[in-house]
Each structure stands twice: as structure tokens, then as C-alpha cells.
């Protein structure tokens, strides 16, 4: 049996498609976010970066990636998702991949981090044993407890520090080469705002 493992991911990019973005894309529940992420996962990306964040997408691509660098933070729906085998526990509303490094401080401080509401993930702690839990523990049910994820502690620490290294990757690997395709000198300062937005809490 596989360990189970945490992935940086984006959640509902539910958002009108830039007019810059040539080809149709599938819309899904999530896209993970490292080095192997596909063309298609960059695009929904995107997607929900300029939505989430209300760009105007009806602009040329320099125009649309000018307005959204002048942005001093954003916003994307999303965060640290919690994989084993065919169970897979999201983050739910309202909780941001910005905001990623939190869910390592909070493990590292043996607390539940905030891992969205409706539903309200939650971990819980006991001895070297980390339960992530797809809803908040104290209301779950029988069915419930049998979907929680569980984790060796440490083991927990160095998947999300494995998370925080595939993120860099997904930055510096397909992200740059899809903007890198249309634009060098948007593609470089688009790494340089990604590293302040996402990485720099780390």
C-alpha cells in the first residue's frame, strides 16, 4: 500500500477563459500544481488566477498580466490537498493557496490548520499520528472516520516540505515555459510575482 501524500492544488476554476488562451480547455474538480502538471493544468490555473482575482481577461495578454502585476497579493481558491490511495481530502470554500505555509506551521505546532468550511477539514493529533479528517472530527459519524487520512507525523513534515519543493517546481517549470512561449519578459516577472505572492512565507 502506497503512503499517503499531501499536493499543492487549485480548486473550482469555474472562471471565463482569457481571450489570450487559444485552445479549449476541460474544466475539473482540482488540478495538483508541480513540475508534471500538464499544459492543460496551467491553463485552469490561469484561469482561476485572473478570475478569482477579477483581471480583466477581455485584454490582450500583456495587458491582462500588466494589470494583474500591479496586484500586491492574490488570491487563489485552493491550498494543501491530502491524498492515500482512492481518498482524496481537499481544501473546501474559502481557503487559499496563498496561504499554503500555514497548514506546515500549523502541523509543526500540532494544531488543526484552516482548511476551508462546508465542508471543514481538520486534523487531529495523537502520539507520532496525524488524522486529517474530511469534515470537523468532532461531528463525524462512522462513515466519516472511515475516510480520514492518517499520517506518521514526521513523515507528514517532510510530504509537505516535498509539496513546497513541486510548487517551486510547477513556478519555474510549466509555468514559466507556457507565458515563456508568448511572452520572455512577461514569463520572467511573472516568476518574480509568484515567488512574493506564494513563496515568500516559507
Not at 47 to 68: D, M, R, T
Not at 182 to 187: D, G, L, P
Request: proline share 5%; glycine share 4%.
Amino acid at each position: 500500500m502506497s503512503k499517503p501524500y499531501t499536493k499543492a492544488v487549485i480548486i473550482e476554476p469555474y472562471y471565463e477563459c482569457p481571450i489570450w488562451i487559444e485552445n479549449d480547455v476541460t474544466r475539473k474538480e482540482y488540478a495538483k500544481l508541480d513540475a508534471e502538471s500538464s499544459e492543460e493544468d496551467v491553463v485552469l490555473f490561469l484561469i482561476l488566477l485572473f478570475g478569482y482575482n477579477n483581471i480583466n481577461v477581455k485584454q490582450s495578454l500583456e495587458e491582462s498580466f500588466n494589470e494583474l502585476f500591479k496586484e500586491e497579493g492574490v488570491v487563489l481558491s485552493g491550498g494543501i490537498g491530502f491524498f492515500e490511495e482512492n481518498n482524496v481530502i481537499l481544501p473546501s470554500c474559502c481557503c487559499g493557496l496563498e496561504d499554503w505555509s500555514e497548514v506546515y506551521d500549523s502541523v509543526r505546532n500540532k494544531t488543526s490548520p484552516w482548511l476551508g468550511h462546508d465542508p471543514n477539514p481538520g486534523m487531529t493529533y495523537s502520539d507520532n499520528r496525524v488524522k486529517v479528517w474530511p469534515d470537523a472530527p468532532d461531528r463525524s459519524t462512522v462513515t466519516q472516520e472511515l475516510r480520514f487520512i492518517e499520517y506518521e507525523y514526521e513523515e507528514l513534515l517532510r510530504s509537505l516540505e516535498k509539496t513546497k519543493e513541486e510548487l517551486i517546481g510547477f513556478i519555474r517549470e510549466p509555468l514559466f515555459r507556457w507565458v515563456n512561449d508568448r511572452s520572455e519578459k512577461i514569463a520572467i516577472e511573472m516568476m518574480r510575482k509568484m515567488d512574493e505572492w506564494f513563496l515568500r512565507k516559507f
